[in-house]
């Protein structure tokens, strides 16, 4: 027998949830989030709705360790940025004060995807950061607390701690602000998200720049005052599986959130040449028979939203484009907990 350090049982609080590994989806908002009514802890004006996506996710791993002095944030590929590492640590922060609890901890995350170029990477970052840590501090959450807490984090995190399709309902307090599944994953399980990826570089301005520049838009009320029936209509959709009504909603709100974008002072704009070119482009090949539609997040990136048997057609077209930086994405299902650590 070799001289092994005698571990007590049953393990005291601080050691039970050591180590603790969680999966998240990023997701993709056919309403967009854009604004709040409380800055500091995201309290949205408007509800969103988005479909959770399979392939697009991050791994994240939070481990306590009652000797730090600190939080440790650690990036792993295609990761998040210094901003993003206290932004981290400030979200253990809010689980640790939700658990009663002191110790800090390591963590990592590791993305499958580029971050902070319009695939909506914090969402499934701060998803997957809160799933770990709220197992790791030991903390009880269903899903719809989870909701709650992630979007302590990052809003469209909210989203992202249910699979398929959900609505993230934007209360008045932090109590009365979570998300709700509309359709679990396997309920339209042909729509694909094709992501035409023109751009890896980090966007200038931040989604969470963008939150509080939005109301500086004049066009920003109109907006708000106009959402509630876009959002039964697109609800509607989701649930008939008929994508030319979501298509033409989809493509109208996008457009709808880079107006205010584009109108906020100082105005941002982040759309690049390609992004236009496919624009024109998707409208295009609808006339062709290709059943497509836009939608774009706070980045140049743009999201073709079609169904499987149409995504050859798409990425045939986007490469006779120049665009042959592509992910097809699919949804998918809620976090899920892993064996494998990333320390
Ligand atoms: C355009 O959730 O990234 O993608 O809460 O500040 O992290 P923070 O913002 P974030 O905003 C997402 C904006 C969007 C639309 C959406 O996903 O709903």
Same mark, same amino acid.
């Given at each position: 027998m070799g001289n092994w350090p005698t571990i007590p049982f049953p393990l005291p609080p601080t050691m039970r949830h050591m180590k603790t590994t969680a999966r998240a989806g990023s997701n993709i908002a056919f309403i967009k989030y854009w604004g709040n009514l409380i800055d500091d802890i995201r309290v949205p004006r408007n509800n969103s709705v988005a479909m959770t996506l399979s392939h697009c996710h991050t791994v994240s791993t939070v481990g306590l360790d009652a000797g730090l002095q600190s939080d440790e944030v650690f990036q792993g590929e295609g990761m998040m940025g210094d901003e993003e590492r206290r932004r981290a640590s400030q979200h253990l922060e809010n689980i640790r004060r939700a658990a009663g609890r002191n110790e800090y901890a390591r963590i990592a995350t590791k993305s499958s995807f580029p971050a902070g170029c319009g695939i909506a990477s914090s @969402? /499934? #970052?701060?998803?997957?950061i809160t799933a770990a840590a709220c197992k790791a501090y030991g903390l009880e959450t269903d899903s719809t607390e989870?909701?709650?807490?992630?979007?302590?984090?990052? @809003? /469209? #995190?909210?989203?992202?701690?249910f699979g398929g399709f959900v609505e993230l309902l934007a209360g008045r307090s932090h109590e009365d602000t979570y998300s709700v599944q509309v359709a679990p994953e396997r309920h339209w399980p042909e729509l694909r998200d094709v992501i035409a990826v023109v751009s890896r570089e980090r966007k200038s301005v931040s989604s969470s720049v963008g939150h509080v520049m939005a109301k500086t838009s004049p066009l920003y009320e109109a907006r708000i005052s106009s959402l509630p029936p876009e959002i039964s209509r697109v609800k509607a959709a989701i649930l008939d599986k008929d994508l030319t009504a979501l298509g033409e909603i989809l493509e109208r709100e996008a457009l709808c959130l880079h107006a205010i974008a584009m109108t906020s002072r100082p105005p941002i704009l982040y759309?690049?040449?390609?992004?236009?070119?496919i624009l024109h482009a998707v409208r295009s090949w609808r006339e062709e028979g290709v059943h497509a539609y836009f939608t774009i997040d706070a980045g140049p990136n743009v999201h073709i939203i079609t169904t499987s048997d149409c995504v050859r057609p798409v990425l045939s077209r986007l490469d006779a484009l120049g665009v042959s930086d592509t992910i097809v994405d699919e949804p998918g299902g809620g976090p899920v907990f892993?064996?494998?650590?990333l320390f």
């Open positions: @969402a /499934s #970052a701060f998803a997957a989870m909701s709650k807490l992630a979007r302590l984090g990052s @809003a /469209s #995190a909210s989203r992202s701690c759309w690049v040449q390609e992004t236009i070119a892993l064996d494998e650590h």
